[in-house]
């Protein structure tokens, strides 16, 4: 075995002594949106600090739990609060959850996160499901050895965001809000916000919005195969002036949206 294999199959028999399922779905909680796992019925919820391998976020607004459960007919795992990797993590520690939540039999992923908007015609509040996504992060969870057992070593990304589910999911939240937007995400390093001239060049550079994760876990999740879902909650407004906190409170008013197109994708996911 790997040290990979190894490392996921210590945090996989940890995660099933506590929850014994198959999880089907996979939900990563970004900052502002960790109410959202109050929908998960029969909860069996698993700090992280007791999970071999986990890093542990050190950023505000985020628990480090996984919540695992059902919600509709699915088993989901769902993470609460993500490492960064501007907390000192490395790409692969960034992405390794997601690893785990395939060994654990994942195969379909909704990523969220909290970003600043570029995109003129967005309001805060919004949500924007992701069409692709820019790394301007300089960093990614695949260098090193590949493992061939686990996925290519030069995975494709064409299709990023999984286009049908993408499909579902403008047609359950056009029917929850009329403020959603299809866009692309710019992830950047952080942690300091942008620069006017940096927000100037996400927008030219073709990004609707921009943020400091989400990218990481999408390329690990699309290397092992998994189709993913990216939503992204409007926090911020480019040149407006962003704080951590101001952050988290826009995005929590909107959680309940969230939640709702969460649970209704789920609910017509086969
Ligand atoms: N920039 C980068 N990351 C962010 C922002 C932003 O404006 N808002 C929330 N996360």
């Known amino acids: 075995m790997t040290d990979l294999q190894t490392r996921l199959a210590a945090s996989t028999a940890a995660i099933r002594s506590k929850w014994a399922a198959t999880p089907q779905v996979g939900i990563i909680l970004g900052s502002g949106l960790a109410e959202l796992a109050d929908a998960v019925s029969e909860p069996v919820v698993i700090e992280t600090k007791s999970l071999p ?3 542990q976020s050190t950023a505000p607004g985020h628990i480090g739990r996984l919540v695992c459960g059902r919600i509709g007919q699915h088993s989901v ?11 000192g993590y490395s790409f692969d520690e960034v992405a390794y959850p997601v690893r785990v939540m395939h060994a654990l ?5 909704i990523l969220t996160n909290a970003a600043g908007a570029v995109n003129p015609d967005y309001r805060v509040g919004d949500v924007v499901l992701l069409s692709d996504h820019i790394n301007l992060m300089f960093g990614n ?15 494709d990304m064409c299709d990023a965001y ?5 499909k579902l999911a403008t047609d359950v939240a056009r029917s929850v809000t009329n403020r959603i937007h299809s866009g692309v995400y710019v ?3 952080g942690p300091n916000y942008e620069t006017r001239a940096e ?14 994760s989400t990218v990481p876990e ?5 290397y092992c195969g998994m189709r993913v879902l990216g939503l992204s909650i409007v926090s911020n407004l480019a040149d407006d002036v962003a704080n951590g906190h101001s952050v988290i409170a826009n995005v929590s008013h909107a959680e309940p949206v969230v939640r709702r197109i969460v649970t209704g994708v789920l609910e017509r996911l086969t």
């Open 77 to 87: 795992v769902i993470q609460q609060g993500r490492a960064h990797a501007y907390e």
């Open 105 to 109: 039999g994942v195969r379909t992923l």
């Open 162 to 166: 999984d286009v049908p589910l993408r």
């Open 199 to 212: 927000y100037r060049m996400v927008r030219r550079l073709g990004g609707d919005v921009v943020g400091m």
């Open 141 to 155: 969870p695949l260098t090193g050895p590949n493992d061939d057992a686990l996925g290519p070593r030069f995975p």
């Open 53 to 55: 391998h986990f890093a």
């Open 187 to 189: 992830a950047m390093l």
């Open 218 to 222: 999408n390329i690990a999740a699309r």
